[in-house]
């Protein structure tokens, strides 16, 4: 099956860096990809999509200057969030789709914690 | 956006199916209704996907109510592994997934 990994799988930053995480689809070629936001004991919140070579389109209520997107092949997209404060902490988890769009295959997430 | 309603927990004997349940009365003609699980601190796990008719794999079936606004996923044999969140999840033209808020299915030996 598809295989999407994510790097790295844990990060701890202080408060005010930046923090990049990467994601990739590493046997296939992922035309879109999405992430996601997940907070303890709830649900994962759609993000913000990107598509290879175009700017991403974030979600109402999704700050682009702070969640920076970068879909720069077909294989790869990363995640900066930028000055990162505490509220920031979560777990963030990409998504890739190939051909076949109604078809997400997820990474096994990144945990951020801003101290 | 379409959205899903599921039951906040579900319980079940280990070996015994299960029955998870999907609200989805909103849903538009060309939303798929897809199924992921995921354990704690890990990515969702595809279980099952389909558009109107039933759908069967090695993992689970989907049930899809003739006006499509409902589904039920069935695990036949309930195994402690099976223990998990189940997400319901519509799916837009666009491949954007809206997850709701889950099911936890508790497995009991």
């Known amino acids: 099956g598809a295989v999407v990994s994510q790097h790295p799988s844990w990060v701890i930053c202080k408060s005010g860096t930046s923090v990049k995480i990467e994601c990739r689809s590493l046997?296939?070629?992922?035309?879109?990809m999405f992430w996601y936001r997940q907070f303890p004991k709830q649900s994962l919140m759609l993000m913000a999509t990107?598509?290879?070579?175009?700017?991403?389109?974030?979600e109402q209520g999704v700050e682009k200057d702070k969640f920076l997107i970068n879909h720069a092949s077909l294989t790869l997209s990363t995640l900066t969030v930028t000055s990162a404060h505490p509220e920031d902490s979560s777990f963030y988890i990409c998504?890739?789709?190939?051909?076949?769009?109604?078809?997400?295959?997820f990474g096994p997430g990144t945990r951020l914690t801003v101290t | 956006d379409a959205k899903t309603t599921q039951p906040n927990s579900m319980e079940s004997n280990e070996e015994e199916p299960v029955h998870l349940p999907c609200n989805h009365s909103?849903?538009?003609?060309?939303?798929?209704i897809h199924w992921y699980r995921q354990l704690p601190s890990q990515g969702p796990e595809y279980v099952i996907h389909?558009?109107?008719s039933n759908v069967n794999n090695r993992m689970a079936s989907l049930a899809i109510a003739e006006d499509r606004k409902s589904s039920t996923l069935i695990l036949h044999r309930a195994t402690l592994r099976d223990a998990a969140v189940y997400y319901c999840?519509?799916?837009?033209?666009?491949?954007?997934?809206?997850f709701g808020a889950g099911t936890q299915v508790v497995v009991t030996p």
């Open positions: 998504s890739a789709t190939g051909n076949a769009i109604y078809e997400q295959y």
């Open positions: 046997d296939f070629q992922a035309t879109t």
């Open positions: 990107s598509n290879e070579g175009s700017k991403a389109t974030y």
């Open positions: 909103t849903i538009s003609g060309t939303d798929y």
């Open positions: 389909g558009l109107t």
């Open positions: 999840i519509l799916s837009d033209s666009w491949g954007k997934f809206q």
